[in-house]
C-alpha cells in the first residue's frame, strides 16, 4: 500500500472518533433537567405556564412527551420532558449531525441538525451563549414557529450553561479525557469526571415521587437574588468557569475520588441545579 492509500484507509477510523469524541459530552443527565425543569414550574406565573404548554403541545414531538410523563398534571409532566429533548435528538435518527446527508425536515424545525456543538462552548468550539441569546430573542420576538422551535432548546440548554464542564475544561475537552475513580459506582472502571458531574443529579429515569422529593430538597438550597438581572448568560457561564478553576477537579487524574471531594462536588452540583431552576423560570416570565 502506498504511503497516500494508506492514509486513506486509515482517515476514516480518525474521523469516526473525532465525531465521536464531542458527543461524550451531554451535560446533566436527564434527571438533572427534569429538576431544573421542575424547579423552573414552581416560579413560573400560571401565565406563563399556559403559553408554555400552548407551544410545546405544537411541537411535533408532543405526543411522545405526552406518552412519556408521570406526572399528575400532564401539563407539568410534559414540560419536564421537553426539558431532555435537546439530548435525545443525538440518538434519533429523523436528525443528523456531521457530516451525514440531511434527513426531511418536520414541520416548525429550521433544520434537522442534531447541533452538538450548542450544548457547550469551551476553547476548541460551542455556541452555548449565543445560542441562547438566539432562542431567548425568538421565544420573546419570533414568529410562531420559531418559538416552538426555541423553546425545548432553551429549556435545556439553561441547564447546560450551568453543568461547569460546559463551558471548558483543562485542555481537556470538557473532563471527558480526564478519567477518576467513584468508589460507590457500580461500575468499577475509571469513568470520565464529566460523566462523573452529568450523573450527579441521581438515576436517569427520576421521574414521580423520587422526582419530587429531590426538587424539595433542592428548593431549600440557597437560591440566587431576585435582585439578580434576568438572562445573564455571561454570569452564568463566568461562574461555572470559575467552578472549573476551584471545584470541579480532583488533584489527581485516575485518582479514587475520596469521599470530602466527592461531598463537596455533590453539594456544588446542586446548588447549580437549584440556581438553574430559579433563573430558567424567572427567565420564562420575562420572555413568554
Ligand atoms: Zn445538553
Same mark, same amino acid.
Given at each position: 500500500?502506498?504511503?497516500?492509500?494508506?492514509?486513506?484507509?486509515?482517515?476514516?477510523?480518525?474521523?469516526? #472518533?473525532?465525531?465521536?469524541?464531542?458527543?461524550?459530552? +451531554?451535560?446533566?443527565?436527564?434527571?438533572?433537567?427534569?429538576?431544573?425543569?421542575?424547579?423552573?414550574?414552581?416560579?413560573?406565573?400560571?401565565?406563563?405556564?399556559?403559553?408554555?404548554?400552548?407551544?410545546?403541545?405544537?411541537?411535533?414531538?408532543?405526543?411522545?412527551?405526552?406518552?412519556?410523563?408521570?406526572?399528575?398534571?400532564?401539563?407539568?409532566?410534559?414540560?419536564?420532558?421537553?426539558? #431532555?429533548?435537546?439530548?435525545?435528538?443525538?440518538?434519533?435518527?429523523?436528525?443528523?449531525?456531521?457530516?451525514?446527508?440531511?434527513?426531511?425536515?418536520?414541520?416548525?424545525?429550521?433544520?434537522?441538525?442534531?447541533?452538538?456543538?450548542?450544548?457547550?462552548?469551551?476553547?476548541?468550539?460551542?455556541?452555548?451563549?449565543?445560542?441562547?441569546?438566539?432562542?431567548?430573542?425568538?421565544?420573546? +420576538?419570533?414568529?410562531?414557529?420559531?418559538? #416552538?422551535?426555541?423553546?425545548?432548546?432553551?429549556?435545556?440548554?439553561?441547564?447546560?450553561?450551568?453543568?461547569?464542564?460546559?463551558?471548558?475544561?483543562?485542555?481537556?475537552?470538557?473532563?471527558?479525557?480526564?478519567?477518576?475513580?467513584?468508589?460507590?459506582?457500580?461500575?468499577?472502571?475509571?469513568?470520565?469526571?464529566?460523566?462523573?458531574?452529568?450523573?450527579?443529579?441521581?438515576?436517569?429515569?427520576?421521574?414521580?415521587?423520587?422526582?419530587?422529593?429531590?426538587?424539595?430538597?433542592?428548593?431549600?438550597?440557597?437560591?440566587?437574588?431576585?435582585?439578580?438581572?434576568?438572562?445573564? #448568560?455571561?454570569?452564568?457561564?463566568?461562574?461555572?468557569?470559575?467552578?472549573?478553576?476551584?471545584?470541579?477537579?480532583?488533584?489527581?487524574?485516575?485518582?479514587?475520588?475520596?469521599?470530602?471531594?466527592?461531598?463537596?462536588?455533590?453539594?456544588?452540583?446542586?446548588?447549580?441545579?437549584?440556581?438553574?431552576?430559579?433563573?430558567?423560570?424567572?427567565?420564562?416570565?420575562?420572555?413568554?
Amino acid at each position: 500500500m502506498t504511503n497516500a492509500r494508506r492514509f486513506h484507509a486509515i482517515c476514516p477510523a480518525v474521523l469516526v #472518533i473525532l465525531l465521536v469524541l464531542p458527543s461524550a459530552s +451531554h451535560a446533566w443527565n436527564a434527571a438533572g433537567h427534569r429538576q431544573i425543569a421542575a424547579l423552573a414550574w414552581e416560579v413560573m406565573t400560571p401565565t406563563t405556564r399556559r403559553q408554555a404548554v400552548a407551544l410545546l403541545r405544537q411541537h411535533p414531538d408532543y405526543p411522545r412527551w405526552r406518552k412519556r410523563q408521570q406526572e399528575n398534571d400532564p401539563d407539568y409532566g410534559i414540560f419536564l420532558e421537553a426539558s #431532555i429533548w435537546a439530548d435525545e435528538i443525538r440518538g434519533d435518527r429523523r436528525f443528523y449531525g456531521g457530516r451525514d446527508a440531511p434527513t426531511p425536515r418536520l414541520p416548525c424545525f429550521p433544520d434537522m441538525q442534531r447541533h452538538g456543538d450548542w450544548h457547550y462552548r469551551d476553547p476548541g468550539g460551542g455556541e452555548i451563549d449565543s445560542r441562547l441569546a438566539r432562542f431567548a430573542h425568538d421565544l420573546a +420576538h419570533g414568529a410562531r414557529a420559531e418559538k #416552538i422551535y426555541a423553546l425545548p432548546w432553551l429549556l435545556h440548554l439553561v441547564g447546560d450553561i450551568h453543568q461547569p464542564l460546559h463551558t471548558g475544561g483543562r485542555n481537556d475537552r470538557g473532563g471527558n479525557q480526564f478519567y477518576v475513580r467513584v468508589p460507590a459506582a457500580k461500575r468499577k472502571k475509571p469513568q470520565t469526571l464529566h460523566g462523573y458531574w452529568d450523573d450527579l443529579p441521581g438515576p436517569s429515569g427520576q421521574r414521580g415521587a423520587a422526582l419530587k422529593s429531590r426538587a424539595d430538597f433542592l428548593r431549600r438550597l440557597p437560591s440566587p437574588s431576585s435582585a439578580e438581572a434576568v438572562g445573564d #448568560i455571561r454570569r452564568w457561564y463566568d461562574e461555572s468557569r470559575t467552578l472549573i478553576a476551584r471545584e470541579v477537579y480532583p488533584p489527581r487524574r485516575d485518582a479514587t475520588l475520596d469521599a470530602n471531594f466527592h461531598r463537596r462536588a455533590q453539594h456544588h452540583a446542586d446548588l447549580r441545579l437549584r440556581a438553574a431552576g430559579a433563573r430558567l423560570g424567572r427567565w420564562l416570565n420575562y420572555l413568554l
